[in-house]
């Protein structure tokens, strides 16, 4: 899978796929749970993009308890079908693919809604997708000179400065409070299972743009209400969001409205709204990880496996 990633054809085919669903011209149910106890959870997710002749569906696994086991915290499978017969194409993991497709959803979330000339970023959690929204943002959308990074884990922090400063040469710092990964910044990526806010309201500066990866299950959060209630709220999709995501918890208890939702990013992605106004005001993208990012992610690594005979060919029905 490393082999055949391709960091530019990944972020374009997620962008292709966002601008799609903000057209309507994709197939694509809100994602199903299945709760474990111990506090993990099982997660179904199909969808058909019609433009790319492309369907595919994941399951993806997530226990934050892994990490004791010697376990990825997210483990996936991703099933790529052909949309006229229905016959299986591929098979694949799909742990890189989520950590790959997310960091994309936040870069082309920050091309379109961060302020131009944006160059300190800020990360909360500095696990695999810290790691990835830096990653994605800095070599493909914006020009960052500076990351500053919190997490309660000392050595995760640490892990990821290296990243930053050997791999992408760029200065990195680690904070000792969340606050600290706020203040001065202008994007700041949220990476945590937090299921209370970690970011507080009186904390937000005007003109940050804040991309909220870290909730993607119901009872989730990592922002205070308040940082909500005065921000330009634009989410991956409504439905998967509202029981699911950053919103989740704030619109269950009455601190916001489903009016106070301005977006989704495939209308800002196909022009339909604009995703900043000016460069004072906060705005928040919302990602609760689609369906369609799996497979359209999934679909560039599939072809770069036939260009380059990597793989392993196999019958995986008898018809």
């Not at 040469?169 to 910044?185: H, M, N, R, T």
């Not at 299950?217 to 409504?238: M, S, T, W």
Request: hydrophobic share 45%.
């Amino acid at each position: 899978m490393a082999r055949l990633f391709d960091l530019h054809a990944i972020v374009s085919a997620v962008e292709e796929a966002f601008r799609e669903k903000g057209l309507g011209r994709v197939q694509m149910p809100p994602k199903q749970y299945l709760f474990f106890e111990g506090g993990g959870d099982w997660r179904i997710m199909p969808a058909y993009i019609p433009s790319m002749r492309l369907a595919g569906v994941k399951t993806v696994g997530v226990n934050p308890q892994n990490p004791k086991r010697g376990l990825a915290t997210v483990i996936a499978l991703i099933e790529l079908v052909d949309p006229d017969t229905g016959h299986p194409l591929a098979v694949m993991d799909g742990t890189l693919i989520t950590a790959w497709r997310t960091g994309a959803a936040g870069a082309i979330a920050a091309k379109y809604m961060a302020r131009s000339g944006s160059t300190v970023m800020g990360v909360i959690g500095a696990g695999v997708q810290g790691r990835m929204q830096v990653y994605f943002t800095v070599e493909t959308v914006r020009t960052i000179t500076r990351v500053k990074i919190f997490d309660v884990r000392r050595e995760a922090a640490k892990s990821l400065a290296v990243f930053v400063e050997k791999e992408l040469g760029i200065d990195a710092s680690i904070v000792d409070e969340p606050l600290a990964a706020v203040k001065g910044v202008d994007i700041l990526a949220t990476c945590t299972p937090a299921r209370s806010p970690i970011v507080r309201g009186d904390w937000i500066e005007e003109g940050l743009h804040i991309n909220a990866i870290g909730a993607d299950a119901p009872g989730k959060e990592e922002l205070d209400p308040a940082i909500l209630q005065k921000a330009r709220i634009v989410v991956d999709d409504f439905v998967q969001a509202s029981h699911s995501g950053e919103i989740n918890v704030p619109l269950e208890e009455g601190y916001i409205s489903e009016r106070d939702i301005y977006a989704e990013l495939g209308e800002v992605v196909a022009g339909l709204k604009p995703g900043r106004v000016d460069d004072r005001e906060i705005t928040i993208f919302d990602s609760t990880g689609l369906a369609i990012q799996d497979v359209a992610a999934a679909r560039v690594v599939y072809e770069a496996a036939l260009r380059t005979g990597l793989g392993t060919r196999m019958k995986l029905v008898m018809a």
